[in-house]
């Protein structure tokens, strides 16, 4: 009888234990979810759109890095009207299916070449639509599709079509047309837009290669942003190869501006830039089980630690990397109060993040985020 009372409890409590979430398991299925596809027309004449998209993707991304409670982001890349496309696709591509790895997004950005093609804006929708693995309903999911063609040259699929079926699916599509909001074309990018209560805007491709404000602030970030980087400890198969993307993706930005560097690094002191998948800091946050790592995963400098040498050799690392980013937080709040001085010396902005920027406040808070700045 004893045994069996005693067998009984360990039943109970091994039960206990598995149905009971982690802290960081219950935390990452309540956090809301936003997942964000962006279209661009990589064309001949979109090498303009481009340069804005690798110039101020960390821009846009900080958007949402003011928004309450933080989401769980994730980005997809498509383009469209290239002539090495699949002409049974429309000439469209899926270059980077939904990911929360941010890196990963930026090295798909400044893997783009533009050429001369059909634009089949419908085509570009509808594959968003379809083809990516959106997350579900209760989600935050929007389409950013950017071009200058008109959007109805799509001999397969209408404007009508491709808009109504984002909307049965409860995805927004944005619409950025590349040209002058007066132009005829115009008319079809807005059409798509109205049909699934998306935004439209007309911007100045290239604004975004003029308007990047030098501030005060940029070189302190640089510095701290160095400082960031010691703090990832990377693990797994492919950690070499994560931890030079993460610094060659800081080249990348770095070879934009200064500016769009800086934001990056704003960027990386958020909770948005999540790397669970290499870095022990982030995995050991998200409550993965260090002991459980093979040893040959581990980094060189954590191989011959136990399990107690290596929990503690983590959490250095990550109060440290807490201090850091606490640090550029205070330092972009400065760096933003001068940026918004200095722009309101300025006309007013036309280019491709502060579209995307717009559509992705007013649509979050209609979601129920609220925002601090």
Request: hydrophobic share 40%; net charge negative.
């Amino acid at each position: 009888m004893i045994m069996q009372r005693r067998i009984t409890s360990i039943l109970t409590a091994l039960f206990l234990l598995l149905a009971i979430p982690s802290a960081a398991a219950a935390k990452s299925s309540s956090q809301p979810k936003v997942d964000i596809a962006i279209a661009l027309d990589v064309s001949d004449s979109m090498s303009g759109l481009i340069q804005s998209a690798k110039q101020r993707l960390w821009d846009i991304v900080n958007e949402l890095g003011d928004a309450s409670p933080t989401p769980m982001l994730r980005v997809a890349v498509i383009t469209y009207g290239h002539t090495s496309y699949d002409t049974n696709k429309g000439y469209v591509k899926v270059d980077q299916p939904f990911t929360s790895d941010l890196d990963q997004v930026n090295k798909v950005l400044f893997s783009f070449t533009t050429s001369g093609g059909t634009e089949f804006v419908s085509r570009a929708v509808s594959t968003a639509t379809n083809e990516l693995e959106w997350s579900d309903d209760s989600s935050l999911r929007l389409i950013f599709v950017a071009g200058n063609e008109p959007a109805d040259q799509d001999p397969l699929i209408s404007i009508k079509q491709a808009a109504s079926g984002a909307a049965e699916r409860g995805i927004v599509t944005n619409t950025i047309y590349c040209g002058s909001e007066s132009s005829a074309e115009a008319a079809g990018w807005r059409e798509v837009a109205s049909l699934t209560d998306g935004s439209f805007a007309s911007i100045d491709q290239n604004a975004a290669m003029v308007a990047a404000i030098a501030t005060p602030m940029d070189d302190e970030l640089l510095k701290l942003n160095s400082e960031l980087n010691a703090t990832y400890i990377a693990y797994g198969v492919k950690r070499e190869e994560y931890k030079a993307n993460q610094e060659e993706q800081d080249e990348n930005a770095g070879s934009m501006s200064t500016q769009a560097l800086a934001s990056r690094v704003v960027t990386k002191s958020s909770t948005l830039y999540q790397n669970t998948h290499w870095d022990l800091v982030d995995a050991q946050a998200a409550g993965k089980d260090l002991g459980k790592l093979p040893t040959e995963e581990l980094p060189e400098e954590m191989r011959g630690m136990n399990e107690k040498q290596r929990a503690e050799f983590v959490k250095k690392l990550s109060d440290k990397r807490g201090e850091l980013q606490t640090k550029i937080r205070d330092l972009d709040q400065q760096r933003q109060a001068f940026i918004e001085k200095e722009r309101a010396k300025t006309a007013t902005e036309n280019g491709l993040d502060s579209a995307i920027k717009r559509s992705i406040r007013a649509q979050a808070e209609k979601k129920g985020f609220k925002f601090t700045n």
